[in-house]
Nanobody
Framework: QVQLVEFGGGLVQPGGSLRLSCAAS????????MGWYRQAPGRQRELVAT???????NYADSVKGRFIISRGNAKNTVNLQMNNLKPEDTAIYYC?????????WGQGTQVTVSS
């Protein structure tokens, strides 16, 4: 059974930085695309950033220039470096991994940006 586990959420002041990490366990295959999504209270889950196995990236307009997604050295790991955080970045952040028709989600990690 494949499980994705996120690390690194927390409380940070506006303008601060956080780094999220995600690792998949129980997988014998490599994910094609991995990414991060977020869901704020009362809002739908939205894409933050994705990265393909070849390193191609895609970002939501709201995070371009502030967030950086990268694949880790270990198989099926992905990181999200979040800089210049804003209160509107407050949400639960979910890791996602995809291989063909298979789609996997982590349980989510809370990120709160507040003074």
């Amino acid at each position: 059974q494949v499980q994705l586990v996120e690390f690194g959420g927390g409380l940070v002041q506006p303008g601060g930085s956080l780094r999220l990490s995600c690792a998949a366990s129980g997988s014998i295959f490599s994910m094609n695309t991995m990414g991060w999504y977020r869901q704020a209270p009362g809002r739908q889950r939205e894409l933050v950033a994705t990265i393909t196995s070849s390193g191609g990236t895609n970002y939501a307009d709201s995070v371009k220039g502030r967030f950086i997604i990268s694949r880790g050295n270990a198989k099926n790991t992905v990181n999200l470096q979040m800089n210049n955080l804003k209160p509107e970045d407050t949400a639960i952040y979910y890791c996602n991994g995809e291989r063909g028709s298979l789609n996997f989600w982590g349980q989510g990690t809370q990120v709160t940006v507040s003074s």
